[in-house]
Every structure is written in C-alpha cells, then in structure tokens.
C-alpha cells in the first residue's frame, strides 16, 4: 500500500462546478498535511497547509480526518486557470522527508 | 528576493558523462531535498539534508551523488551508473517547525544527448 494515495483522476468539470479531491495516508503518526498545486512542466507550489480544525483560503477548503487517516481539498467556483495536477503531502512525526502523493488532475472546460 | 535557484534549466549528458546539477537557496533553510519526476509520475526522492555535511539516502540515490559543504548549496551530481537520467530534477527546501511546507526551485530538465 502506497504511503499517500490519491485518486489520479483527471476530473474534468465545467467552469463553476464545485469539485472535491480525497486523499488517505497511511502512517497514523503524521504530522503535518499540505496540498500543492502542479502545473504542467513546472516545479509544484504550496497552495495550503491543512490544519486539524480545516482551514480555507477563498475558493479553497482543506480538511483532515485523523481518525479515518483522510484529507481533503474542495474548490468552489471552478475556474479555467484551476486546471492542474493537486499533489496530497504528508510529513510524518520524526521525519525530515514529506510523502508525496502521485496527484490528482483537474481538467476546467469552459 | 529570497528563494531557490536552480541552474541550469536545460541540461544535455551524453553517454558516461557526469552532469552537476545547481541547487541554491537563501531561505537559510536547514533541509535540503533532491526529487526526480519522470513524465505524467509523481516526485520521488533522490537524496536529503537535514544539516551541512550531512545528507541521507533517498529512494531512489542509486547513480547519483551529492554533497552538502554549505548550508546554501545542495548539489547533485548524476553519474554515468545512471542510465536512465531523462527526467525532470526538483530541489526543494524546508524550514524548521513542524508545520513548515517544502519550496521548490523551478527545476532542471535533463536529457541524454
């Protein structure tokens, strides 16, 4: 079983729509949860950090669920600019290297 | 503006030749990282530091090389025992804390000639 799992996708949705991805770890003590954002051909960047109460940032709402071992990221009003590879990153506790998760693609159609 | 530079970002071996790919940060970062990422894959991690003249492992270390003689500089070096070198080179930082997320450079692509 991979340490981070993510649906890889692609979800391809309309502008607008509301679109939720999942992702499982598998190391119960982790630490610290993160998702960033991948465009094609360039370096992934931080869009948020996940905190154990959920946070959102805008369009944007994080969740964590320790206890089923689950996070999740929720956009809303989907945008064109949206389109790109979302990359779940588990850092567990005692540990200098985060997991990363293979991503999960979304595709925003007009 | 503080960050991470990588250089070059495009880079050509030919065969058996040693590339040394430039990582520099001045984030004042500890931890310092090395990812490959080959084609619509995930990254996977090559080597880590966590403090100079100090550095660990990976998953996948073997035919490369790094060294770590300033707390600024991670380079990696990509030996000719690698034989599949094509593929996209991340090198990424972190700061202490718990919390503290990765940042990434913009990445070296390399090619076999």
């Known amino acids: 079983r991979k340490e981070v799992e993510q649906d890889p996708g692609p979800f391809n949705v309309p502008e607008g729509a509301t679109v939720a991805f999942n992702c499982t770890y598998s190391n119960s003590a982790s630490q610290s949860f993160f998702w960033y954002r991948q465009d094609c051909r360039k370096e992934p960047k931080l869009l948020m950090s996940?905190?154990?109460s959920g946070n959102e940032d805008g369009r944007f709402t994080a969740q964590l669920n320790r206890a089923s071992q689950y996070i999740s990221l929720l956009i809303r009003d989907s945008k064109l600019s949206d389109s790109a590879t979302y990359l779940c990153?588990?850092?567990?506790?005692?540990?200098?290297?985060?997991?990363f998760g293979s991503g999960t693609r979304l595709l925003v159609r007009p | 503006d503080g960050g991470i530079t990588q250089s070059p970002k495009y880079l050509f071996r030919k065969e058996g030749q040693n590339v040394t790919l430039s990582c520099e940060q001045n984030?004042?970062?500890?931890?310092m990282y090395w990812y490959r990422q080959d084609p619509g894959q995930g990254l996977r991690l090559i080597y880590y530091s966590q403090i100079v003249n100090d550095f660990q492992k990976g998953d996948i270390a073997e035919g490369y090389s790094v060294s770590r003689e300033k707390k600024e500089s991670f380079p990696l070096t990509v030996t000719s025992a690698q034989k599949n070198p094509t593929a996209f080179y991340l090198c990424a930082s972190r700061g202490q804390g718990m919390g503290q997320p990765q940042h990434f450079g913009d990445g070296t692509r390399l090619s076999i000639l």
């Open positions: 990153v588990v850092k567990p506790v005692s540990s200098y290297k985060l997991i």
């Open positions: 984030l004042n970062h500890d931890a």
């Open positions: 996940v905190y154990s």
